[in-house]
């Protein structure tokens, strides 16, 4: 632990199902093009998932988007095993060696377009192109008016990280004409912002672009694709509202048939020739493939202090006289049932009294019996805090770092023990070092978590779910915590069966270390001459022990391991009962092979 389950038959379903919604507004609208989307890699650069993605979107020509040299290349190879109609859309910003890749693809026959973010990227393709002598396919990315007022708006609008103004667009038609390579000008991209939250503002937007779209193609370039970027949201809490950042107010179904209908009606306004639509909706397609699992260690727990008779009459001769003053307060409060004021004298006690120790004029044991009073009324009277800190075995800042940096909220609940309500509240703080390392906000505008309370073995584990996208990618090394484990879970054999047809552990110590371009194995040599230096006469067979030991913590995974059955949790899944499975030996059920869907939970067994 921690550990991410991939299920790439949920990958499959959201690709079908985004294809789907787009298909049907196709054709109920009478649209004369088609719908041909891209993945964005940077959502998820991970290879099985990206592959997975490039296999099951073949049939409708689905493709890549790149914004990088590094995923340019992924994409490149990728593709290569694709659809050869599927986009390859370059985005991002461009230099030479980027261009020359891009170029090179095409040379490869993959259907290559290179869209330019900045303007003088233009003359970088001009001159490549002839010098390879490639005939590139250009797009331009406008910069539109319509701006996404919310949080993930900040890249949209007149002052976007990328694009290119009218004015900068009408500057490249020109050149493009000068040089005769109008027709090279194929696609138009823009971008409203991730997690659009209406289809009002949606539609805003793709009319606007339309428009540009239409105006390019009377200035005579060879306009093909509408490429509308991404933005389709999802639901991370359950609310369906276009007021949440969250959240937004519409389906896919509603999404296609608003995209669909805004071109349309500018482009038979315009008599113009309907394009292909192109989305590059990541986040909807891979957020819910993955579950992150971890565990809850510990707890804190709320001690009920003892205090006899005697030992209370000599805890209060024991206190300065003011602090005693407070005390006797206190107790003519309780005797009146003046619970407010009760809590007042309370905390003005344990103030005293903290200030007292600070002088030290009051020692350890009775500071220790004042908190114990003061928590003793605290809870009588119901003002004790009720919630307790879950301690996590991750990394927020490594598997969940959108809710440190952006405060994101994610659905998280335990995943065992639902037979059971839960009996305690409380906030979950992870392995890290840093008071920023808790989750301590929750879907539904709670600050709190519905658990339960931890048994004897401390194995409870939850769930975090919708984190397919950007977690991982982002994801950062804070006190060395790499990444989690990775299994990937496929249907077999009907709808309740399973198998593991992948188990990956997660970066050791030695590998985190090398990220930080520390050297390991000369670690280990250092320690382990140290070792015996400061063990000299022990035996022959200590010292192997030892450096046994040592050598098992540089291959380790960072986290904490609980219970002696925790040694590895891949070990556990490849020996629990269940079948585990090569990717070349596991052939996905077939689409008519479902069982009933009463049919009793059932594991593969090897």
Known sequence: MPLIVRLPDVLKSRLESLQSAFDLAVQSQGYKAHYQGVYPVKCNQDRFVVEDIVRFGSAFRFGLEAGSKPELLLAMSCLCKGSPDAYLICNGF??????SLALFARKLSLNTVIVLEQEEELDLVIN???KFSVRPVIGVRAKLRTKHSGHFGSTSGEKGKFGLTTTQILRVVRKLKEVDMLDCLQLLHFHIGSQIPSTSLLTDGVSEAAQIYCELV????????????GGLGIDYDGSKSSESDISVGYSLEDYAAAVVQAVRLVCDRRCIKHPIICSESGRAIVSHHSVLIFEAVSASAYESPSITSFGLENFVEGLPVEARADYGNLSD???????ETCLFYADQLKQRCVNQFKEGSLGMEQLAAVDGVCDVVSKA???ADP???YHVNLSIFTSIPDFWGIGQLFPIVPIHRLDQRPSMRGILSDLTCDSDGKIDKFIGGESSLPLHELEGDGRYYLGMFLGGAYEEAIGGLHNLFGGPSVVRVSQSDGPHSFVVTRAVPGPSCSDVLRIMQHEPELMFETLKHRAEECMDGSSIAANAALASSLDRSFHNMPYL??????SCSLTAINNGGLYYCGEDEYNAPAADSAAAEDEQWSYCVA
């Open 333 to 339: 409060a309780a005797i009146k049932g003046e619970y």
């Open 94 to 99: 461009k230099d030479v060696e980027y261009i």
């Open 381 to 383: 009277l119901g003002a």
């Open 387 to 389: 919630v307790r800190t």
């Open 218 to 229: 009377r200035l005579g370039a060879h306009m093909q694709v509408i490429d509308i970027g």
């Open 561 to 566: 391991v609980v219970g002696a059955s925790s």
């Open 128 to 130: 490549l192109s002839k």
